[in-house]
C-alpha cells in the first residue's frame, strides 16, 4: 500500500506554476488531471509524444487496402456487373469507397486504441479521485512510490504550492 | 511559456539588393516574353493565354491570403496574428492585377470563343444573356472594385489600431472580414466562371469556382508559408516559430486535400455520367496534355499529402519550404490545365522557354509590390489584442 497525494487548483496558470515548484524541489508528479489540455503541460511534464498517429497511419493505411481490393476482388472475380458499358476495373468509381474506408477504419483504429490505452474501455473502473475534473478542477497527484518523502512531507509540499484541499489516501497502484 | 532565444527584430528595409534581385528576375521574364514574340514567333494565343494564366496567378496569391486573413479574424483565431502582416500586405496587390489584366485584353478575341459575336453557335448563343462583353466588363470593374475596398479598408482599420487601439477594433474587423466572406464567396465562382469557366464556352460544371477557389487558397498558403520562412531567417519577424509553421503547414496540407477532393468530385461525376458535351473537357486533357495531367494529380494532391503527414515535417523550416514552392508550381500547372487546352488547342501549346520565364516577371512585380506595402507599417500588428496569445502557444 502506498499513499497517493492529491490537491486541485481553479486556474490552469496557478497549475503550471505549481507543477515547475514541485519540479524544482525535486518531487517527481505522478499525474496531472485536467479538464481540457493545457498549453505547456505536456512539456513542463515532459511526456512523451503519443503513438496515437501511427496507429492512425496503420489503420488508414489497411482501411484504404482492405476497401480498394475487395471492390477490385468484387467487381472483376466475385460479382463482374456492367455499369453503362465502363470497364469491370474502373478505379474512379472505388475512389469514394477507398477514401471513405480509408478513413473510417484509421477513426476506428484510433478511437479503439485511445480508450484501451487510457484504460477507458468498457467494464474497466476509472479511477477518478475528483469528479471535478471533469468539469473545472485542475488535479496534481503525487505518490510515495517514486519519491523519497514521506506522506506528510509530499502533503506539505503541495499544500506550499497553493493546492487547495490536499488530501491522501491509500491506493493499491 | 519561457519566451528564450527570441532575438530582437531588425527593423525591414527594403535593400538594393533585394531590388536588384527582383529586377533581374523581372528581366527574365521580360525577356522571355520578348523572346516568344520576335524571335520564336509563338502563335498569338499562346502568348496572350500566357498572360492570362499569370494575372490569374498574380491575383490568386493576393486574393487567397486576404480570405485566409479574413477567415482566421472570422473564426477568432488568434494563432495568425504575428503573420498577420504578410496576409495584409498580399491582399493589397489585388488591384495591381488588373494592370495585368488590361494587358491581356487585346488578346480576349484568342482565349474566349464567346467573344466572336458574329458567328456563335447555337449553344453559345444561348448564354449571350450572361457571357457578353459589356455585362463581363461590368462584373471585371465591380469584382475588383469589391475586393480592393475591402483588402484597403481592412489593411487602414489593422493600421489604425498600431496607433491608436480602440475597444471596438476587433469588433470591426470581423464584421468588415464577414463582409467580405460573403462576398467573396459568391465573386470567388462567378469570377471563375468569367475568367477560365468560359473558355471552353460549351462546357460547364457547378463545382467549378469552388475548385478554382481552392487551388487559389493552396497557392497563396504556400506563398505565405515561404514569406514566413524568410521573414523568420532574416529576423524580421523573430516571433515566428515553429508553431506557426506547424498550423501553415496543416493549412497546407489540409488544403491539398481538399483541393483534390473537389477535384475527384468534378472529375467522378463527368465520368460517371458520361455525356458527350461534359466528357470532352476531360477528353481533351486526357489525351492531349497526358503528362500534365498525372503530374498535376501527383504533385497538388500525392506529394503534400504524403511528405507533409508528420508532425516533424510541418515544423521544420527548410523542408516545408521545399513543399511549398513544388505545390506552389502544382498549382501554376492546374491553371496551365484549365487554360492552354482551351485557350491554345493541344497542337500549338507547349512548356517552353515562355511558360518557364514568364512567371519570373510576375512574381518580381508581386513581391516587389508585397515588400512596398509589408515596409510602410510595423512588421506585426502589436496592438492586436491576441498579439501575446499568438506568440505564446503550442500545438497539442
Given at each position: 500500500m502506498r499513499a497517493i497525494v492529491y490537491g486541485y487548483f481553479t486556474d490552469e496558470l496557478d497549475l503550471l506554476n505549481a507543477v515547475k515548484e514541485l519540479q524544482n524541489k525535486g518531487i517527481r508528479i505522478a499525474d496531472v488531471r485536467t479538464p481540457f489540455p493545457v498549453h505547456g503541460l505536456d512539456a513542463a511534464l515532459k511526456l512523451r509524444r503519443s503513438h496515437l498517429p501511427k496507429v492512425a497511419f496503420v489503420g488508414g493505411l489497411i482501411g484504404g487496402t482492405l476497401g480498394l481490393f475487395f471492390q477490385v476482388w468484387v467487381f472483376t472475380k466475385g460479382w463482374p456487373l456492367n455499369f453503362g458499358g465502363k470497364?469491370?476495373?474502373?478505379?474512379p468509381s472505388f475512389i469514394p469507397v477507398t477514401f471513405e474506408l480509408t478513413v473510417l477504419i484509421a477513426a476506428f483504429s484510433m478511437g479503439i486504441a485511445f480508450l484501451l490505452r487510457s484504460n477507458l474501455g468498457p467494464g474497466s473502473i476509472p479511477d477518478i479521485l475528483d469528479e471535478e475534473v471533469t468539469d473545472d478542477h485542475f488535479q496534481i497527484i503525487l505518490s510515495?512510490?517514486?519519491?523519497?518523502?514521506s506522506e506528510t512531507e509530499l502533503v506539505e509540499a503541495l499544500a506550499a504550492t497553493?493546492?487547495?484541499d490536499v488530501k491522501h489516501v491509500n491506493a493499491e497502484k | 511559456m519561457e519566451k528564450q532565444n527570441i532575438p530582437d527584430a531588425v527593423p525591414f528595409k527594403f535593400g538594393k539588393k533585394l531590388k536588384t534581385w527582383l529586377g533581374i528576375a523581372a528581366a527574365v521574364g521580360l525577356i522571355a516574353l520578348l523572346w516568344g514574340v520576335f524571335?520564336?514567333?509563338?502563335?498569338a494565343s499562346r502568348i496572350w493565354a500566357n498572360l492570362w494564366l499569370n494575372a490569374l496567378m498574380f491575383l490568386f496569391l493576393g486574393l487567397g491570403a486576404l480570405f485566409f486573413w479574413t477567415v482566421n479574424t472570422l473564426g477568432e483565431s488568434t494563432w495568425q496574428i504575428n503573420i498577420q502582416r504578410i496576409m495584409e500586405s498580399m491582399g493589397?496587390?489585388?488591384?495591381?492585377?488588373i494592370l495585368f489584366f488590361v494587358i491581356a485584353f487585346p488578346g480576349l478575341k484568342h482565349l474566349f470563343?464567346?467573344?466572336?459575336?458574329e458567328h456563335l453557335d447555337e449553344i453559345l448563343q444561348k448564354k449571350t444573356a450572361y457571357l457578353n462583353m459589356p455585362f463581363w466588363l461590368i462584373r471585371f470593374v465591380s469584382y475588383f472594385a469589391l475586393w480592393t475596398f475591402f483588402a484597403f479598408y481592412l489593411r487602414k482599420i489593422s493600421v489604425k489600431n498600431d496607433f491608436e487601439p480602440r475597444d471596438n477594433f476587433l469588433k470591426k474587423l470581423r464584421s468588415t472580414s464577414g463582409w467580405f466572406i460573403v462576398i467573396f464567396a459568391i465573386t470567388s465562382s462567378t469570377s471563375a466562371w468569367d475568367w477560365l469557366m468560359s473558355i471552353d464556352g460549351h462546357w460547364f460544371s457547378t463545382l467549378y469556382g469552388w475548385y478554382i477557389f481552392s487551388g487559389m487558397f493552396v497557392a497563396s498558403i504556400s506563398v505565405i508559408i515561404l514569406i514566413s520562412v524568410a521573414f523568420k531567417r532574416f529576423n524580421?519577424?523573430?516571433?515566428?516559430n515553429s508553431e506557426h509553421l506547424h498550423d501553415l503547414g496543416k493549412y497546407l496540407f489540409g488544403f491539398s486535400i481538399f483541393w483534390a477532393y473537389l477535384w475527384i468530385s468534378q472529375y467522378l461525376l463527368i465520368w460517371y455520367g458520361n455525356i458527350p458535351e461534359e466528357t470532352i473537357y476531360y477528353v481533351e486533357r486526357v489525351d492531349n496534355f497526358n503528362t500534365l495531367f498525372y503530374v498535376n494529380m501527383t504533385v497538388n494532391f500525392l506529394f503534400p499529402f504524403l511528405a507533409l503527414m508528420t508532425r516533424g515535417a510541418k515544423r521544420q523550416p527548410l523542408y516545408l519550404s521545399v513543399i511549398a514552392i513544388v505545390v506552389l508550381i502544382g498549382h501554376y500547372i492546374d491553371l496551365y490545365l484549365a487554360i492552354m487546352p482551351g485557350a491554345?488547342?493541344?497542337?500549338?501549346a507547349a512548356i517552353g522557354l515562355l511558360e518557364i520565364g514568364l512567371p519570373f516577371f510576375y512574381l518580381a512585380a508581386f513581391l516587389l509590390l508585397f515588400l512596398v506595402f509589408f515596409e510602410?507599417?510595423?512588421?506585426?500588428?502589436?496592438?492586436?489584442?491576441y498579439f501575446i496569445e499568438s506568440s505564446d502557444y503550442e500545438n497539442i
Open positions: 470497364p469491370f476495373l474502373s478505379l510515495e512510490k517514486n519519491n523519497n518523502l497553493g493546492a487547495l | 524571335i520564336a514567333q509563338l502563335p493589397l496587390t489585388i488591384p495591381f492585377a470563343e464567346w467573344t466572336h459575336t524580421i519577424m523573430p516571433n515566428i491554345v488547342g493541344h497542337e500549338q510602410k507599417a510595423k512588421p506585426v500588428p502589436e496592438n492586436h489584442p
